[in-house]
Nanobody, 121 residues
Framework: QVQLEESGGGLVQPGGSLRLSCLAN????????MGWFRQAPGKEREFVAA????????FHVDAVKGRFTISRDNAKNSLYLQMESLKPEDTAVYYC??????????????WGHGTPVAVSS
């Protein structure tokens, strides 16, 4: 069982930045690829980015490439998403996921409860 808790969301103006964090309550954090997904109001949950077990490989969807950066610190059981140049279309609840494939096609079974991000002036 892996428990995940996201933090760092909030309201930000277009062009602003946020850093999301996900703390995993598990002794086996480095056993899992980790990923971020998001769900905008009225839309399905979509893949944003993923990182391999030891952080040597990352994948970001085109919509966020060059603006978002996924990273992890296995010593702290933590996953991060640095978000820059935020746009209104980035508004969503962001979820941490343990065990996805790096391309996001397969989702892991462990989810956090999500942290909301709102981009608005």
């Amino acid at each position: 069982q892996v428990q995940l808790e996201e933090s760092g969301g909030g309201l930000v103006q277009p062009g602003g930045s946020l850093r999301l964090s996900c703390l995993a309550n598990t002794l086996s954090f480095s056993d899992y690829n980790m990923g971020w997904f998001r769900q905008a109001p009225g839309k399905e949950r979509e893949f944003v980015a993923a990182i391999s077990r030891f952080g040597d490989q990352t994948f970001h969807v085109d919509a966020v490439k060059g603006r978002f950066t996924i990273s992890r610190d296995n010593a702290k059981n933590s996953l991060y998403l640095q978000m820059e140049s935020l746009k209104p279309e980035d508004t969503a609840v962001y979820y941490c996921n343990a065990g996805p494939s790096l391309n996001g096609i397969t989702r892991g079974i462990f989810w956090g409860h999500g942290t909301p991000v709102a981009v608005s002036s």
